[in-house]
């Protein structure tokens, strides 16, 4: 199983930026699929973006498209969550989660907390 360990996050002012950092040990990310949850206080957590494996592709929750951008760095074996334009709802603590081709995301890392202050 992989272990992942997320690092990046902070305190932002509303219309800054960050880029959160996932990174694996254990197996090599290149054959996983990779994903971003969040947590915000007194909500479940909920899927962010995803980057799979086999097409190469990525997806976004509505929430964030445009704004955020999940890409991975195989060579580095990490994975990274760019976020722009934050708003004070994006607050929240980010999940890296990873899982093989048509699996569950079967592993995590502990996440990191990303306030936005407006």
């Known amino acids: 199983q992989v272990q992942l360990v997320e690092s990046g996050g902070g305190l932002v002012q509303a219309g800054g930026s960050l880029r959160l950092s996932c990174a694996a040990s254990?197996?090599?990310?290149?054959?996983?699929?990779m994903a971003w949850f969040r947590q915000a206080p007194g909500k479940e957590r909920a899927f962010v973006a995803r980057?799979?494996?086999?097409?190469?592709?990525?997806s976004y929750a509505d929430s964030v498209k445009g704004r955020f951008t999940i890409s991975r760095d195989n060579a580095k074996n990490t994975v990274y969550l760019q976020m722009n334009s934050l708003k004070p709802e994006d607050t929240a603590v980010y999940y890296c989660?990873?899982?093989?081709?048509?699996?569950?995301?079967?592993?995590w890392g502990q996440g990191t907390q990303v306030t936005v202050s407006s």
């Open positions: 989660a990873a899982g093989p081709p048509g699996g569950t995301y079967s592993s």
């Open positions: 254990g197996r090599t990310l290149s054959s996983y699929n």
């Open positions: 980057s799979v494996w086999s097409t190469d592709s990525t």
